[in-house]
């Protein structure tokens, strides 16, 4: 547990070599993505009685609980959603958590699995969609630590939303310091996120084959009042941006991370010289089945 955190910062100077962009690699955690850091200032506020705990997961906050439960003890519940990948299921389930895969069209879906599960079995819920832990986790640990490494050198912060607490907590860390820093978050077409931001409307009903960000409803926890836009990209964007980091960065990234760097291309003309700073997620690893 000690070891989560002190992530590397790298140039992107390859894919944007006219530009200054520099992401955060937060899949070389332990638990292989940022979801370490909240799980460990969630469990840190565990009460002394639960043995047991039970989250909602589209993958990677459940990889980090079911290692942090491995180290502290603990039993550990996972509901997940049917399109998780593969590898995730069988991550969580290598560190000896048990599984939910939920299907919304045949029964109830992930969230609702969760909360049931703690109420009936006494699990302690972390509920990474509803508690403010999970923005503070990023305001207190992954925002300082940011801005030590780039020496407070920041114009423009993009980040991927999904929960909606990595860049609720960074961004109000960012704008408490400099204030003239921009952030940006990026989400697949039809997400939720955008119209709490700017007045343009959802399209349609949301949908998407890139996991961990995006959402139908926007989750609680977002603070839209950090976030200065919204950007959508299409899937089709975000997966071709998966395979131009690995072959041409040498960066085997997630989706969330492509549909960031996708996000990023677009907003380039109207950035100029800006210091763009990004978050890397989790890792391509966990998706080779699916999107390689």
Same mark, same amino acid.
């Given at each position: ?5 002190? +992530?590397?910062?790298?140039? $992107? ?17 332990? =638990? ?13 506020? $565990? ?13 990677? +906050? ?9 180290? !502290? =003890? ?23 958590? +048990? ?20 109420? @009936? ?6 509920? @990474?969609?509803?508690?403010? $832990?999970?923005? @503070?986790?990023? &305001?207190?640990?992954?925002? %300082? ?6 020496? =407070? ?12 607490? +990595? ?5 109000? &860390?960012?704008?408490?310091?400099? %204030? ?8 697949? !077409? ?33 603070? %839209? ?6 950007? @959508? ?18 960066? !085997? ?14 907003? !380039? ?17 966990? &998706?080779?089945?699916? &999107?390689?």
């Amino acid at each position: 547990m000690e070891a989560i955190g002190n +992530t590397p910062v790298v140039r $992107l100077g390859r894919v944007f070599a006219t530009a200054n962009v520099v992401a955060k690699l937060e899949f070389m955690n332990p =638990g292989g993505s940022i979801k370490d850091r909240m799980v460990r200032a969630m469990l840190r506020k $565990l009460p002394p009685e639960a043995g047991r705990v039970v989250e909602a997961s589209s993958g990677n +906050t459940g990889a980090a609980l079911a290692m942090a439960s491995a180290v !502290l =003890g603990l039993d550990c519940e996972v509901a997940v959603p049917v399109a998780t990948s593969r590898e995730k299921i069988r991550r969580i389930e290598a560190y000896g958590a +048990t599984v939910r895969v939920c299907d919304a069209e045949r029964g109830p879906d992930y969230q609702e699995t969760a909360l049931d599960i703690a109420r @009936q079995g006494g699990a302690h819920h972390l509920d @990474q969609y509803r508690s403010s $832990l999970n923005s @503070q986790a990023h &305001y207190g640990d992954t925002a %300082p630590e940011l801005w030590s490494q780039m020496k =407070g050198e920041i114009d423009v912060f993009v980040c991927g939303v999904g929960s909606g607490g +990595t860049i609720s907590g960074i961004g109000r &860390y960012l704008k408490e310091r400099d %204030p003239s820093i921009r952030v940006i978050g990026v989400e697949p !077409l039809d997400s939720a996120y955008r119209k709490l931001v700017t007045d343009l409307p959802a399209n349609g009903e949301f949908s998407s084959a890139i996991e961990g960000v995006g959402k139908g409803c926007p989750s609680p926890v977002f603070d %839209p009042g950090v976030v200065d836009d919204v950007v @959508q990209v299409p899937d089709e964007e975000a997966l071709a941006w998966i395979h131009r980091l690995a072959r041409e960065e040498g960066i !085997l990234a997630g989706g969330s991370s492509a549909c960031v760097a996708a996000g990023i291309a677009r907003l !380039l003309p109207q950035l100029g010289n800006a210091r763009v700073v990004t978050i890397f997620p989790d890792s391509g690893a966990f &998706y080779l089945s699916k &999107y390689f």
